[in-house]
């Protein structure tokens, strides 16, 4: 629960401009907008339908686990783009960027056999997120989005073969903002 607590904290600040150590803290200012959270008992993600605003910007975003799809998050306006994984098919990478705004212009997922799912045109200020260690598949994204767009996202990864009982989970946090991107990783082990 705290993870999730500074997830949205930090989802909800901006990034300092200046080039900053994983350790330092980014919360600068809080900026409008709703967070919300895109996930399933642990299951991994094998859908995501995004919307892309006339502006370029995306405007929505709803993922499917399993065959069950979340609710939509953002604004539904512009053209709907889907795609759906194969069974054994997940995702181990997210890249996305940003104009010179707030707004999220473009994001891809790169799956486990090398397809990508592109949604969204690249802009300047680039990111990507994976796990730390291979062999985890995207299970959560955390995100914020305004009246506008989708503002920011973190993602959460699971070790796609758990043994019964242990459950070794890597997290890497995304932020991005209009000044710029800001990363930081952690490991969580648990039962």
């Not at 995702?91 to 960027?97: A, D, E, H, K, Y």
Request: a positive charge; hydrophobic letters at 35%.
């Amino acid at each position: 629960m705290l993870l999730l607590f500074l997830t949205l904290v930090l989802l909800g600040a901006s990034a300092n401009g200046s080039q900053q150590s994983q350790d330092q803290s980014i919360l600068q200012r809080e900026e409008e907008g709703s967070n919300f959270v895109l996930s399933k008992e642990q299951k991994e993600i094998n859908g995501v339908r995004i919307q892309v605003g006339l502006s370029g910007y995306l405007t929505s975003i709803q993922v499917r686990h399993g065959t069950e799809w979340s609710l939509r998050y953002g604004s539904p306006k512009g053209s709907l783009k889907e795609v759906v994984l194969s069974t054994d098919e997940f995702i181990v990478q997210v890249t996305g960027s940003n104009g010179n705004t707030r707004c999220l212009q473009q994001l891809t997922f790169v799956t486990n056999k090398g397809k990508k799912l592109e949604f969204g045109k690249v802009g300047p200020n680039q990111f990507t997120a994976s796990s730390t260690d291979g062999g985890k598949a995207l299970t959560s994204i955390f995100a914020r989005y305004d009246s506008a767009c989708l503002t920011g996202f973190a993602f959460h990864w699971i070790d796609v073969n758990i043994k019964k009982g242990e459950k070794k989970t890597a997290v890497k946090k995304q932020v991005s903002s209009q000044e710029g991107v800001q990363q930081q990783f952690s490991v969580k082990k648990g039962r």
